[in-house]
């Protein structure tokens, strides 16, 4: 069965951590690197369970898969006028590709996915918030060391949160937004 499926969470979640570039990062003075994972995990955890299901995307994905489990209920078996040709597709098939790429079109994933996003974004900003954490920009020589860490790596951790515990760096450097 093709269908259009609303994507899962954890697709959706993943895409939260990347949606901003490294020029900022979130900071709480004298936080200890055991509760700053702390935080940034159970944050995580709290977007990614964020409920997406009555959103408006949601319910243009749900009704993209309805139409397209519609349209391949109608599946005939060829060519009604027997048009089919050797190796090729008759032309009941070809519309129905054609219905199909017109229905997945007129979703918008890229900005439906986009919207998600913003979404768990908006949800892992505020968790970050309400644990006293602010957002701040980080300098050019911040960033560039941060590129030569890899992604994910525990070197990048405790660099982000050498910066990020340190009230110093924070009164030093602008919030991003409140």
Do not use: K, N
């Not at 944050?43 to 349209?71: K, P």
């Amino acid at each position: 069965m093709r269908t259009l499926i609303l994507p899962s969470l954890a697709f959706a979640a993943s895409l939260a951590a990347p949606a901003q570039a490294q020029d900022a990062s979130w900071g709480l003075a004298g936080v200890s690197i055991e509760d700053y994972r702390t935080d940034a995990v159970e944050c995580a955890t709290q977007a990614y369970y964020t409920d997406l299901s009555q959103t408006e995307d949601a319910e243009v994905f749900r009704r993209a898969t309805s139409r397209l489990e519609a349209l391949e209920g109608t599946a005939g078996t060829g060519d009604a006028a027997g048009g089919a040709f050797a190796g090729g597709i008759d032309s009941l098939t070809l519309q129905r590709a054609q219905q199909e790429a017109q229905i997945v079109e007129s979703t918008r994933a890229d900005r439906r996915f986009r919207d998600l996003r913003e979404i768990l974004q908006d949800e892992l900003e505020a968790c970050l918030i309400e644990r006293g954490y602010r957002q701040f920009a980080l300098t050019a020589e911040q960033r560039e060391a941060l590129e030569d860490l890899d992604r994910g790596s525990d070197a990048r951790r405790t660099y982000l949160h050498s910066l990020a515990s340190d009230s110093a760096v924070l009164d030093a450097q602008p919030f991003v937004s409140d």
